[in-house]
T-cell receptor, first 114, second 114 residues
Framework: EAGVAQSPRYKIIEKRQSVAFWCNPI?????LYWYQQILGQGPKLLIQ????????DSQLPKDRFSAERLKGVDSTLKIQPAKLEDSAVYLC????????????FGSGTQLSVL | QKEVEQDPGPLSVPEGAIVSLNCTYSNSAFQYFMWYRQYSRKGPELLMYTYSSGNKEDGRFTAQVDKSSKYISLFIRDSQPSDSATYLC??????????????FGRGTQLTVWP
């Protein structure tokens, strides 16, 4: 079974630039999550999708972050404009059902904002 | 006060030692408790899952939950160098779309030396 795919693996940008991350969840997983993991901290949920609808985006900084999941499969997370404090690993995860404790994580995209 | 507190370590033990990892939490609504393992430059993977109070054993791993003290533990017996990773505790208030949001600790970095 293929895992959660994410790209790019690494990204370095300057502050005020924009960046986008891509995620392809495990086939058949209806729920998709984006987490932000700052160095030395645990992952923090940014947004949760159920199929192509948003379930929880209460912790997403909507003035600069946006995410979409077209056709209920792939998802993209965008930051525009980026700030220094956005430097983190952005993890995508998927699960078979919403609220399922068994999340499958991708390897993440490590973002450095200079 | 953070929802979930976890000592970041680092923790360094010799091969064969018993390892004890723990987390405390403040939200009495948490009912589902998990331990994720995260290798360097990888996403977290679910290791143990416990509902409410009690113990759960899986091979060399034992998870304990004490809801009265708001304290959870993970024990690793006969630790191996391959157990070297960051261990993240996570918990949620329930299942379903928003109840199932996971709150992670910051992780404990463990090194098992041969």
């Amino acid at each position: 079974e293929a895992g959660v795919a994410q790209s790019p693996r690494y990204k370095i940008i300057e502050k005020r630039q924009s960046v986008a991350f891509w995620c392809n969840p495990i086939s058949g997983h209806a729920t998709l999550y984006w987490y932000q993991q700052i160095l030395g901290q645990g992952p923090k949920l940014l947004i949760q999708f159920q199929n192509n609808g948003v379930v929880d985006d209460s912790q997403l900084p909507k003035d600069r972050f946006s995410a979409e999941r077209l056709k209920g499969v792939d998802s993209t997370l965008k930051i525009q404009p980026a700030k220094l404090e956005d430097s983190a690993v952005y993890l995508c995860a998927s699960s078979l059902l919403p609220g399922n404790e068994k999340l499958f994580f991708g390897s993440g995209t490590q973002l450095s904002v200079l | 006060q953070k929802e979930v507190e976890q000592d970041p370590g680092p923790l360094s033990v010799p091969e064969g030692a018993i390892v004890s990892l723990n987390c405390t939490y403040s939200n009495s609504a948490f009912q589902y408790f998990m331990w994720y393992r995260q290798y360097s430059r990888k996403g977290p993977e679910l290791l143990m899952y416990t509902y409410s109070s009690g113990n759960k054993e899986d091979g060399r791993f034992t998870a304990q939950v004490d809801k009265s003290s708001k304290y959870i533990s993970l024990f690793i017996r006969d630790s191996q160098p391959s157990d070297s990773a960051t261990y993240l505790c996570a918990m949620s208030a329930g299942r379903g779309s928003t109840l199932g949001r996971l709150y992670f600790g910051r992780g404990t970095q463990l090194t098992v030396w041969p």
